[in-house]
């Protein structure tokens, strides 16, 4: 069974801080890596994908991918109350199935 | 630009009733999908198309069935409606294939069922 896991919060980071967010994946073919954020009552919505080792930076927004530990994260700089949400790590092995993990609830405190 | 839009947004069913839940996207998006999000849980995938007139399982399609319409309609539909099929429905579509292509959500579906 293929697995995505997440801590599942609540992630409490003061206003201005880095939150850092964290996803295990058990499939070593894992391919392609996204970050959704979801608010509560809507839908997922993309934030950052990554497909290499290393870090990717988007804005306040930056993915880190280690396949030899099975590990991706999200770390957000400059945390906003509007970053509040539940963060989504989903895992793609390639073709058409995508393992979601059940996300981490992040709070950010004004 | 609508994107994907899924209808109805919420419905109640009685065990054993049915219903077909209706999704449909404007971007011109080759595949789609069916996920349901119950709490605790990631994600699960129920159905995909990877392509207009293909459909196939996911993790979780027992009790469902899909239908690819056309391009644009994607539905999922519950035959004889169980409790444990509570849950939040949501529809997806991507350009290709979602290792390489994001997947776009539709607002949801949130269904009881007594």
């Known amino acids: 069974q293929k697995e995505v896991e997440q801590n599942s919060g609540p992630l409490s980071v003061p206003e201005g801080a880095i939150a850092s967010l964290n996803c295990t994946y058990s499939d070593r073919g894992s391919q392609s890596f996204f970050w959704y954020r979801q608010y509560s009552g809507k839908s997922p919505e993309l934030i950052m994908f990554?497909?290499?080792?290393g870090d990717k930076e988007d804005g306040r927004f930056t993915a880190q991918l280690n396949k030899a530990s099975q590990y991706v994260s999200l770390l957000i700089r400059d945390s906003q109350p509007s970053d509040s949400a539940t963060y989504l790590c989903?895992?793609?092995?390639?073709?058409?199935?995508?393992?979601f993990g059940a996300g981490t609830r992040l709070f950010v405190k004004a | 630009n609508a994107g994907v839009t899924q209808t109805p947004k919420f419905q109640v069913l009685k065990t054993g009733q049915s219903m077909t839940l209706q999704c449909a996207q404007d971007m011109n998006h080759n595949s789609m999908y069916w996920y349901r999000q119950d709490p605790g849980m990631g994600l699960r995938l129920i159905y995909y198309s990877a392509s207009e007139g293909t459909t196939d399982k996911g993790e979780v399609p027992n009790g469902y069935n899909v239908s690819r319409l056309n391009k644009r309609e994607f539905s999922l539909r519950l035959e004889s409606a169980a409790p444990s099929q509570t849950s939040v429905y949501f529809c997806?579509?991507?350009?290709?294939?979602?290792?390489?292509?994001?997947?776009?959500f539709g607002d949801g579906t949130r269904l009881s069922i007594l």
């Open positions: 997806a579509s991507s350009e290709g294939s979602p290792g390489v292509q994001p997947q776009h």
């Open positions: 989903a895992v793609n092995t390639g073709g058409f199935k995508t393992i």
């Open positions: 990554i497909y290499s080792n």
